[in-house]
Every structure is written in structure tokens, then in C-alpha cells.
């Protein structure tokens, strides 16, 4: 069983940072896609950014030159970068991993989720 394990959330104020982290058990984690979801209050969860195991990235057009999705495969963890934070972007985001190396394969675990709050 994967657990995935979200931290680095909170509330900062709009045109702010934070980075959320993301950490995985489990083994193999460089050969599996892994996203970032969010779910906004009275909206469906949506994509924000999704990296394959090669690296390529693949982002939300409302996030896109504002976040970044990384990985560093030696300690199971993939991050999300946030800048020029908007009131828009607050949600509970959760980290998923696919079942495969890329992001059409189905997610197959995800964490608890951790809450962004930004303030206008």
C-alpha cells in the first residue's frame, strides 16, 4: 500500500508563495506519474499539474507560468512551487500517484490533502 503524505500548506496572502510537498512510500517511485489536484469550496476537484517518470509536465492553463511541478526521485517526494498566489487558488490540493509513467494512465492513490488558503 502507497501512502502519500502532503505537508507545506497554509495561508498566505495574494501575489505570495508556498511550496507543498509531497511524500511517497513505497518503491519505484521514479517509474509512476505523479499530480497535483485541488479542490476549490462548491467546485469539482481539478487538474493543477501533472509530472511524468521522464520528467515532462503538464499544467492547468490557470496555474500555468505561476506553478511549477518537480520531483527528486532519490527521496520519493514531488513538489509544487506557487507563486503570484490568487484568492482563486485556494483549495485543499491532494498529491496523486498514477498507475503508470504517465499522466493518461488512472490515478491509483492519493494523499489526505493539505489546505491553501490565500487572502486577497
Known amino acids: 500500500q502507497v501512502q502519500l503524505l502532503e505537508s507545506g500548506g497554509g495561508l498566505v496572502q495574494a501575489g505570495g508563495s508556498l511550496r507543498l510537498s509531497c511524500a511517497a512510500s513505497?518503491?519505484?517511485?521514479?517509474?509512476?506519474?505523479m499530480g497535483w489536484y485541488r479542490r476549490a469550496p462548491g467546485k469539482e476537484r481539478e487538474l493543477v499539474a501533472v509530472?511524468?517518470?521522464?520528467?515532462?509536465?503538464l499544467y492547468a492553463d490557470s496555474v500555468k507560468d505561476r506553478f511549477t511541478i518537480s520531483r527528486d526521485n532519490a527521496e520519493n517526494t514531488v513538489y509544487l512551487q506557487m507563486n503570484s498566489l490568487k484568492p482563486e487558488d485556494t483549495a485543499v490540493y491532494y498529491c496523486?500517484?498514477?498507475?503508470?509513467?504517465?499522466?493518461?494512465?488512472?490515478?491509483?492513490?492519493w494523499g489526505q490533502g493539505t489546505q491553501v488558503t490565500v487572502s486577497s
Open positions: 496523486t500517484r498514477y498507475s503508470g509513467r504517465y499522466y493518461y494512465t488512472k490515478t491509483e492513490y
Open positions: 513505497g518503491s519505484f517511485f521514479g517509474i509512476y506519474a
Open positions: 509530472i511524468n517518470s521522464g520528467g515532462s509536465t
